[in-house]
């Protein structure tokens, strides 16, 4: 069975840092982009950061210079690692994987992690 296994949220004071990962585990073939998405209450799912096979990045204006994503090819793993944290970024955090599994690509998705910050 495939699936994202998302850890590291928690609750943080504004300021404060919180690191995020998720690994994908199952018969995987291949990955392609990795990505973190966040939702907060009565709001859209949005893009925060995003990072293909080869190490390209993509970050929402609002978390640049605040947030850095990474991965590690060999243990199929995303990282959010997120700084000077303000309360706006309060949400559930979802990370995303493009992953070849049995001959197919598909977008699977984590169950979600609750960020809270505190003002």
């Known amino acids: 069975q495939v699936q994202l296994v998302e850890s590291g949220g928690g609750v943080v004071q504004a300021g404060g840092s919180l690191r995020l990962s998720c690994a994908a585990s199952?018969?995987?073939?291949?990955?392609?982009?990795m990505g973190w998405y966040r939702q907060a209450p009565g709001k859209q799912r949005e893009l925060v950061a995003a990072i293909t096979s080869g190490g390209n990045t993509n970050y929402a204006d609002s978390v640049k210079g605040r947030f850095t994503i990474s991965r590690d090819n060999a243990k199929n793993t995303v990282y959010l690692q997120m700084n000077s944290l303000k309360p706006e970024d309060t949400a559930v955090y979802y990370c995303n994987a493009d992953l070849l599994t049995r001959g197919i690509w598909r977008t699977y998705w984590g169950q979600g992690t609750q960020v809270t910050v505190s003002s």
């Open positions: 199952g018969n995987i073939l291949s990955i392609n982009a």
